[in-house]
């Protein structure tokens, strides 16, 4: 249902629709790529972890913060 | 005082004529007097107590108003969407009966509380919270309608939930002068055919119901006879007014500050957002005004005697309204609710603000802001959008943002934008504001 590679490409139209809505330059993007970086801050990843919540009915912030750096390390927090 | 009978004397005064369009039925003065005559022999003897009105439509509503003054009975107005809520409701207020199309059922055993019998009871509008029951003396509500002189003949269109507080104000007053009221659509284009087909002159509405009015078509040439927009329940902010006065120039634009709890407190004609400063120090007629941490507190002699619930001490001096203003030069302008700003990371926002900012977009219609829990941040901002046109929304989305950029601090920016083909409106009219998640 919400397999890696589907949740990473979520994620990278996800951010990249994020930095045309601030009139960032395009960046290209993969699952290494770290999410905090040209531009992108943490509202950013705020509405993004929303979205991923909507999208796969998990939050793996229930019980605190955890810390996830890159694309990949956001979508295996929500990977089934 | 007005006299007892304001309401059956005008039913009197227009026995023929019809003073109420509501869809396919039409009711004249005669046909509201059988209906108020009829609720009124089957409450014979229930004087002192209070009926519940579970029913929307307007022919109940103005049949159940002339009972506080004519035969003693309060009477508490539920809208058809709560009729869930009718049962406890008539624990809450002690209610004999129930009112519905026309008929009235008796309740057992509740009712056994007597009261002076002549209050009207309101539900506030709770875009945002549980509604409450807010008590009104049937004085009290009647006291700023007044017979219209003029000879004119006036046609009212209601766009408001007729057991709304600005809905029984809209009945109030055309009633009370024998006017005819002519109830809107929930569809625009047929709000349209109806007010250009019944050739209405008033149209009171909320500033959202405008702008999708304005969307839907509407314009001068369309409704020739429109001589007043009186709008009401929301900001009614400078582009919204600029927009109301070039489609209906010949319309005098008003806005009327009012809320259930406050009663009706002032209007502004000038055709500018806000209101005067110096009514911050001066008050306007008997409303004394003013602001306490941004906050405008009110004080009338309109105003509700408590909640239910509450006991029967009349609420005595400043009421806060949980309306943000800032005073910005000569005018206090209105920024939006209390309870609706949105905690993002620590830093508040206004969705009004935002709304206003995605408003002045060219090619949108209509904006709705909300707070979505977010387990980063708190809440983050969710716009959605209403196109004026369809068309390529890709291109507008750029143009918004690009606008919004330039206009708002970062926190403020929509973190996520969706495009909808309507705004949804609450009952009230007002826009709907209880989007808690993103689906």
């Known amino acids: 249902m919400n397999s890696r590679p589907e949740l990473v490409a979520f994620i990278v139209a996800r951010v990249q629709q994020l930095a045309r809505d601030k009139g960032l330059p395009p960046r290209s993007l993969n699952e290494a790529s770290t999410l905090l970086n040209g531009g992108i801050d943490s509202l950013d990843l705020a509405a993004l972890v929303v979205e991923l919540q909507e999208k796969t009915n998990r939050d793996p912030f229930e019980n605190g913060l955890v810390p996830f750096e890159s694309v990949s390390e956001l979508a295996e927090l929500y990977a089934s | ?439």
């Open chain 2, 1 to 439: 005082m007005p006299p007892s009978s304001l309401l059956t004397d005008a039913f009197r005064a227009a026995i023929t004529r019809i003073l109420l369009v509501n869809g396919e039925k039409s009711y004249s003065g005669a046909d509201l007097l059988t209906r108020f005559e009829k609720v009124s022999q089957a409450l014979a003897g229930h004087s002192g107590s209070c009926a519940i009105c579970a029913s929307s439509e307007p022919e109940d509503v103005l049949t159940s108003l002339c009972l506080p003054a004519e035969i003693g009975v309060s009477v508490l107005f539920v809208p058809e969407y709560l009729s869930r809520e009718v049962p406890a409701l008539a624990e809450t207020v002690g209610a004999s009966a129930v009112i519905r199309s026309g008929a009235v059922r008796l309740i057992e055993r509740i009712g056994e509380t007597r009261g002076p019998g002549d209050e009207v009871l309101l539900l506030t509008s709770g875009t945002s919270a549980k509604p409450k029951v807010v008590r009104h003396k049937w004085q009290t509500l009647f006291a700023r309608v007044r017979v219209s002189k003029s000879e004119d003949e006036k046609i009212w269109l209601l766009t408001y939930l007729p057991t709304s507080f600005a809905g029984i104000q809209v009945l109030l007053t055309a009633a009370v002068a024998a006017n005819t009221v002519v109830r809107a659509s929930q569809v625009h284009r047929e709000t349209l055919a109806i007010g250009a087909r019944q050739g209405i002159t008033h149209l009171s509405c909320t500033p959202t119901f405008l702008r999708s009015l304005i969307a839907a078509g509407a314009h001068e040439a369309m409704l020739p006879r429109l001589r007043q927009v009186t709008l009401g329940g929301e900001i009614a902010d400078q582009r919204t007014l600029d927009a109301a006065r070039s489609h209906f120039p010949n319309a005098r634009i008003s806005h009327i500050y009012a809320a259930t709890e406050t009663g009706a407190l002032f209007s502004v004609s000038d055709g500018l957002a806000g209101f005067p400063k110096s009514w911050l120090h001066d008050g306007i007629e008997d409303v004394r005004l003013k602001v306490v941490d941004d906050v405008l507190h009110v004080s009338s002699p309109r105003a509700m005697i408590a909640y239910a619930g509450a006991g029967n001490d009349r609420i005595s001096g400043w009421i806060d309204t949980g309306d943000l203003v800032r005073v910005i030069e000569d005018r206090v302008l209105f920024l939006g609710r209390r309870d609706r700003r949105i905690n993002v990371g620590g830093s508040k926002t206004l969705p009004e603000e935002v709304e206003r900012a995605i408003l002045e977009v060219p090619g949108v219609a209509e904006a709705i802001v909300t707070g979505i829990p977010s387990p980063l941040s708190g809440q983050m901002v969710l716009a959605e959008v209403v196109p004026a046109e369809p068309g390529d929304t890709e291109e507008l989305r750029e143009r918004i943002f690009a606008h919004i950029r330039g206009c708002l601090a970062n926190h403020q920016i929509p973190r996520v934008l969706r495009f909808r083909t309507q705004a949804p409106l609450s009952p009230s009219g007002k826009k709907s504001t209880i989007a808690q998640s993103l689906s």
